[in-house]
């Protein structure tokens, strides 16, 4: 669907508007002095087709307006208005855009506009209504760029002529010079020039997943034959670790790849021989010796303290009786007298003597105290007989404690040997049980064969659905391009006569002369350089409306007569008027041939392409004249100009 442009508007700060409309499918033509704010106007147009970066340099044009806005109107009536505000202070870029959409739309007021999308949704949206078909271009395989899908962004190569493009000898389209843009421009052309339908885009996709599923099918068929080669012997070494892990008996031997599959199968079914001893089993048995041992202690304390207290009970009534036997025998005390008669001369006191008494009173506490030891010798015995019973029982049970104890120690031993044993017959199984399950892997030889031949099918298919190369079809579109651009090549009455055509790998026009490709750079003369790009974008534009391909249908040259004037100098002083540019030293039939070119094609386009002229140059011809946008040049002078004399500029705030 075509989209050309229906006006431009400009906003000021105090809500002024300044509104250029534009002729659908016919030159229109803008001229006046330098500096009045002509070449902004492709800044503009692109700033609005949904791209951040906003290229007006500082000045009035900057300074004085607020928002910028442009109205683009497409063949089914449908008219979307796109404006932005310029950035804020000295930024370089803004992304928040005000969008509406209807027919017959007019101007908004300034207090309207408010941001309600984003240059994402912009381009969004004019790829949609254009009839840009999803699609995706994928690089070859092994190249590093990432892939890209044409939007309407990347129509603006064949959209825009600017002074420092329109004429320049090394390159050809607008933005070419900018980093990774020559090769977008070469991975979107294909698809803008029909060349790469959205059928065909989606058959390639799928061609290319097919044929990665094949490269993929075909490597993991050769890492399973790699790993093939080398299992006979892996397989070998693992029956030898299980011999030595007694998993397999030492003569256990396997000389085909058969026999070895078969014992390791076998080594899958390998169990513990027998449960490991319960681990807490030593660890009580230690505990009981340790009480049994502490209790004898404690019995043998209480056998030698009643065996000492025996003994001096004993030592002290042998004592006592003696001394006892020893008064006896002398007689030195009658008990019917004692201490009324003197021991010496057997004479009767008239008074106790105190220290005899006292000396009979001890000996009857001696003899009461020999009596209770006589009597508690019985008991003491016997206690003392109790507690060797119960030692000896101690001691019995306490060495019986001990044997179990080594024996349980031994146990344990036993069974950390054969822990041992099994957890290295465990390692060696699971190294076999990886061993087979890489086997199993390895054998998926036959269904890695089925995919790689279902695979290399659909490769076949897919293929045989893309019979034309792509290649082809772009050749063929550029060669018949190229004799549209021939054609107009000899009514711009071009120097070097030859065939003309655009070479898409170097973005550039070569001229075939006498079968030698001669580019665009090895040319001279600006008229040269001019014919070529017109001719060129011109001829692409043609091609994109007979293809029915989605690109705007509106070009915009900025300055394109001034390779006509003997300098640039003496062009840019010219102030729009019809009379000092026929004053002028300029090859005026060429520039009238330039505009008649101009003119014919619109016509032939039928109102599908808009040609957008900023000149300084003004011819009195009256298809000159009823081109202009604006009668009057744009002088500076009052509203003669893109922006207004008396707009303000922003308040000092608005930074």
Same mark, same amino acid.
């Given at each position: 669907m075509?989209?050309?442009?229906?006006?431009?508007?400009?906003?000021? &700060?105090?809500?002024?508007?300044?509104?250029?409309?534009?002729? &659908?499918?016919?030159?229109?033509?803008?001229?006046?002095?330098?500096?009045?704010?002509?070449?902004?106007?492709?800044?503009?147009? &692109?700033?609005?087709?949904?791209y951040s970066s906003f290229g007006i340099n500082e000045g009035a044009v900057r300074e004085r307006v607020a928002w910028f806005a442009v109205t683009f109107a497409f063949g089914d009536g449908t008219e979307v208005m796109i404006a932005k505000p310029v950035p804020e202070g000295h930024a370089k870029s803004q992304s928040q855009a005000y969008i509406e959409i209807g027919s017959s739309l007019k101007v908004p007021p300034f207090t309207k506009l408010s941001p309600n999308t984003n240059d994402d949704?912009?381009?969004?949206?004019?790829?949609?209504?254009?009839?840009?078909?999803?699609?995706?271009?994928?690089?070859?395989?092994?190249? !590093?760029?990432?892939?890209?899908?044409?939007?309407?962004?990347?129509?603006?190569?064949? %959209?825009?002529?600017?002074?420092n493009v329109i004429a320049n000898k090394d390159?050809?389209?607008?933005?070419?010079?900018?980093?990774?843009?020559?090769?977008?421009?070469?991975?979107? %052309?294909?698809?803008?020039?029909?060349?790469?339908?959205?059928?065909?885009?989606?058959?390639? &996709?799928?061609?290319?997943?097919?044929?990665?599923r094949l490269k993929i099918a075909q490597r993991d068929l050769d890492e399973a034959k790699f790993v093939a080669s080398d299992q006979l012997t892996r397989g070998r070494t693992l029956i030898e670790e299980a011999k030595q892990a007694g998993i397999l008996p030492a003569t256990t031997d396997a000389k085909a790849f058969e026999d070895v599959v078969r014992l390791l199968n076998d080594v899958m079914k390998w169990k513990p021989s027998a449960p490991p001893l319960e681990a807490d089993k030593v660890t009580d048995w230690r505990r009981n010796v340790d009480q049994r041992r502490d209790r004898l202690r404690a019995i043998s304390r209480q056998l030698e303290a009643a065996q000492v207290?025996?003994?001096?009970?004993?030592?002290?009534?042998?004592?006592?009786?003696?001394?006892?036997?020893?008064?006896?025998?002398?007689e030195l005390f009658h008990s019917d007298d004692v201490g009324r008669r003197c021991p010496l001369c057997a004479n009767e006191l008239?008074?106790?003597?105190?220290?005899?008494?006292?000396?009979?009173?001890?000996?009857?506490?001696?003899?009461?105290?020999?009596?209770?030891?006589?009597?508690?010798?019985?008991?003491?015995?016997?206690?003392?007989?109790?507690?060797?019973?119960?030692?000896?029982? !101690?001691?019995?049970?306490?060495?019986?404690?001990?044997f179990t104890l080594q024996a349980a120690i031994a146990e344990d031993e036993a069974a950390q040997v054969l822990r041992d044993a099994n957890a290295r017959a465990a390692r060696v199984a699971g190294r076999i049980s990886l061993y087979l399950e890489t086997l199993r892997l390895s054998h998926r030889d036959e269904r890695l064969q089925r995919?790689?031949? @279902?695979? !290399?099918?659909?490769?076949?298919?897919?293929?045989?659905?893309?019979?034309?190369?792509?290649?082809e079809l772009l050749t063929s579109a550029l060669n018949s391009i190229g004799g549209q651009m021939t054609k107009w090549a000899d009514e711009l009455q071009l120097e070097h006569k030859g065939q003309y055509r655009v070479d898409a790998n170097n973005l550039t026009v070569v001229i075939d002369i006498h079968g030698r490709p001669v580019p665009m750079e090895k040319i001279s003369g600006g008229h040269n350089w001019l014919g070529c790009h017109l001719i060129a974008l011109l001829s692409l534009h043609y091609h994109f409306i007979v293809a029915n391909c989605p690109v705007p249908g509106f070009l915009v040259l900025d300055q394109p007569?001034?390779?006509?004037?003997?300098?640039? @100098?003496?062009?840019?002083? %010219?102030?729009?008027?019809?009379?000092?540019?026929?004053?002028?030293?300029?090859?005026?039939?060429?520039?009238?041939?330039?505009?008649?070119?101009?003119?014919?094609?619109?016509?032939?386009?039928k109102g599908d392409l808009q040609v957008v002229v900023l000149e300084h140059a003004n011819l009195p011809e009256n298809r000159f004249q009823q081109s202009l946008v604006e009668q009057a040049p744009w002088t500076g002078a009052g509203s003669h100009a893109l922006v207004p004399e008396h707009w303000a500029a922003r308040p000092v705030d608005a930074d």
């Open positions: 075509t989209m050309q442009i229906q006006s431009i508007v400009l906003y000021s &700060h105090s809500g002024e508007t300044r509104e250029l409309n534009f002729k &659908h499918g016919d030159v229109n033509i803008i001229t006046g002095r330098s500096l009045t704010g002509k070449s902004s106007i492709i800044e503009i147009i &692109h700033y609005c087709l949904g949704g912009v381009q969004a949206e004019l790829s949609r209504r254009l009839g840009i078909a999803p699609n995706l271009h994928v690089p070859q395989l092994g190249q !590093t760029r990432e892939a890209l899908e044409a939007g309407v962004q990347h129509t603006d190569f064949y %959209l825009f002529q600017p002074q390159i050809l389209f607008y933005r070419q010079v900018e980093e990774f843009m020559p090769q977008t421009i070469k991975d979107t %052309l294909p698809y803008f020039l029909g060349v790469v339908s959205s059928e065909r885009i989606a058959i390639e &996709h799928d061609l290319k997943l097919a044929r990665r207290f025996d003994k001096d009970s004993q030592g002290y009534a042998t004592e006592v009786g003696e001394q006892l036997m020893r008064l006896r025998s002398i008239t008074a106790e003597v105190p220290a005899v008494a006292a000396i009979t009173e001890t000996l009857q506490h001696l003899r009461a105290d020999l009596d209770q030891v006589e009597a508690e010798k019985p008991r003491l015995r016997e206690y003392i007989e109790s507690m060797k019973t119960e030692r000896d029982a !101690t001691r019995q049970s306490l060495a019986d404690a001990e995919a790689i031949e @279902q695979e !290399t099918n659909e490769v076949n298919r897919l293929a045989m659905l893309l019979k034309v190369d792509s290649n007569s001034q390779v006509y004037f003997p300098s640039v @100098q003496q062009y840019k002083q %010219l102030s729009g008027s019809t009379q000092e540019t026929a004053n002028a030293d300029a090859d005026l039939e060429a520039v009238r041939r330039m505009f008649n070119l101009l003119w014919s094609v619109c016509a032939q386009m």
